[in-house]
């Protein structure tokens, strides 16, 4: 019985196919591990920093220079607007491939009032232009606007206060503040209850106040982006630096 010889070119050209599909697997396999990783650390980066408060200090008796203890306020009572320096936005976790990303985004479009009566603040409301957060993606942001905070309708975010806050320790004892401060958040048309971690400090004749404010999107009617191959944690937060002026 004789069998046909086989042809050696048809044999290179099956070995060349069988190479070439087990380089891409292999290729493709290393792209879905080390693509999520490249992403996270050389196109997002690191994350900026939470805001903080960095209030000026003073020398104790020439009100300038750079001494270990903070600016005082002899009377804070009266309107503080929100000014120039002001910025808010939100914190999140994306995951892409099992792999962690924290993106946040940022704008400097807010505004506000605040009022003082004596060592209390009575009132205040902050607003923040939704429409124009921004992170380091274009289409990410715009899917966030068009289907996470829906700012086609609801254009802004709105923090009002609930609950008056003892501010003397902040305007009299010339150092750092922490406080926890009651409100409600309106984000895409929901209003909830919120507790906003603050810290304020006085800078000069103006008021540094630096916060985050933790938040379950459901509990706002909003659904966290799910893309199949990346998608954002249900829980994430408000942050915002707000630079006071009377």
């Not at 009022?115 to 380091?136: C, E, P, R």
């Amino acid at each position: 019985m004789s069998t046909t010889p086989s042809n050696p070119q048809q044999s290179s050209r099956r070995r060349g196919i069988i190479i070439t599909i087990a380089v891409l697997v292999v290729l493709g396999l290393l792209l879905a591990f080390v693509g999520p990783i490249i992403y996270r650390d050389y196109i997002v980066g690191e994350a900026p920093a939470a805001p903080t408060v960095t209030a000026r200090t003073t020398e104790p008796g020439n009100g300038t220079g750079s001494g270990t203890k903070q600016a005082q306020l002899t009377d804070a009572s009266g309107s503080w607007t929100v000014g120039t320096g002001s910025y808010a936005g939100y914190r999140v976790d994306e995951v892409l491939n099992g792999t962690d990303v924290t993106v946040v985004g940022r704008t400097n479009n807010v505004t506000g009032t605040l009022t003082v009566t004596d060592h209390t603040l009575d009132s205040g409301s902050i607003t923040v232009d939704t429409a124009s957060i921004a992170t380091d993606e274009e289409r990410r942001d715009d899917y966030f606007r068009e289907n996470t905070l829906k700012t086609a309708d609801f254009p802004t975010a709105v923090f009002t206060l609930t609950e008056p806050v003892d501010v003397t320790e902040l305007l009299t004892n010339g150092e750092i503040s922490a406080m926890p401060v009651a409100g409600e958040l309106t984000i895409a048309g929901e209003t909830q209850p919120v507790t906003a971690e603050l810290q304020a400090a006085v800078d000069g004749n103006s008021i540094q106040v630096a916060g985050n404010i933790p938040i379950t999107f459901a509990d706002f009617g909003v659904q966290a982006p799910n893309l199949g191959f990346v998608s954002v944690e249900p829980s994430g937060s408000v942050e915002f630096l707000l630079q006071l002026t009377q």
